[in-house]
Structure formats: structure tokens, C-alpha cells
């Protein structure tokens, strides 16, 4: 341990003190404050994420099935597809053609309308290109 007066061959005691003589700790006041605040913004940043969560939960209700598809020549592309929905809402599907490069050569958004639940489509789209699949890119409910 260094010492204060080293060259005189005088150690008394340590540079920096003794615990002893060091002033005691003053009470700290206002922790509790500190941990309720702290508290506090975590339940509304939990909260406010649980909600977010719990309200996008997406759009689950709507069931699209493929049926056939057929690409007969370079301008047009076809499809046959089932869509399982509620009655009494309209839904909007998106079909997209694919060339085999998987680059969009055309695409169409169909709206069905409220009605039966669960119902058979055909629909027929223009493409730039000759397609190599047709497929739906969505379906959502409006």
C-alpha cells in the first residue's frame, strides 16, 4: 500500500484513508419515486405493445385455394380458384402472373362481392409476357 510519508520511513496509513475516516453515506432519498416511475413506463410501453399485437392479428378469415391455372399463349393467363370468406362481406384479390424469372408480367385485383361464403373463380389476365404461374398474391376483406 502507498503511504504519505515514504521517503522518512513514516507509514501513516494508507493514501487514500481508511473507511473509518471517510464521511458516512448520505441517505439516498427518493428511490421509491425512481423504480415507481420506472415502473410505471414499462406497464404502458408492455401495455401499449400488447395491444398493437392483439389488434394485428391480421386478416385471417379469408381462405383462397388454387384450383388450375393455364397459360395458353404469351398474352394471357388463367385461373380457377375457391375462396371461403364470410357472407356478408365483399373481399379483393390480387392474381399475379410470373414469368420464369419470377418477374411480374401481369397482374389483376378482383373484387368479390358479399354473397356466399364459399364460391369458385375463374378469371382470365392480360400479360406482357409469357407466364410461367398464375397465383393469388392476397385476398383480403373490405
Known amino acids: 500500500m502507498a503511504t504519505r510519508d515514504v521517503e522518512n520511513g513514516r507509514v501513516d496509513g494508507p493514501v487514500l484513508g481508511t473507511p473509518d475516516d471517510l464521511p458516512d453515506r448520505p ?14 413506463l414499462v406497464a404502458i410501453v408492455a401495455g401499449g405493445w ?10 385471417s378469415t379469408v381462405a383462397n385455394q388454387i384450383v388450375t391455372f393455364s397459360v395458353k399463349d404469351p398474352a394471357r393467363a388463367e ?11 365483399a373481399a379483393v384479390c390480387r ?17 368479390i362481392p358479399a354473397g356466399e361464403g364459399m364460391t369458385l373463380h375463374k ?11 398464375v397465383h393469388i398474391q392476397y385476398c383480403n376483406l373490405v
Open 50 to 59: 400488447g395491444y398493437v399485437m392483439w389488434t394485428a392479428t391480421g386478416n
Open 95 to 111: 392474381i399475379q402472373a410470373l414469368d420464369t424469372n419470377h418477374v411480374e408480367v401481369g397482374s389483376k385485383e378482383v373484387t
Open 123 to 133: 378469371e382470365s389476365l392480360s400479360t406482357s409476357a409469357q407466364a410461367s404461374s
Open 27 to 40: 441517505e439516498k432519498r427518493g428511490r421509491l419515486v425512481v423504480h415507481v416511475v420506472i415502473g410505471v
Open 79 to 89: 385461373i380457377s380458384f375457391t375462396l371461403s370468406k364470410p357472407d356478408d362481406r
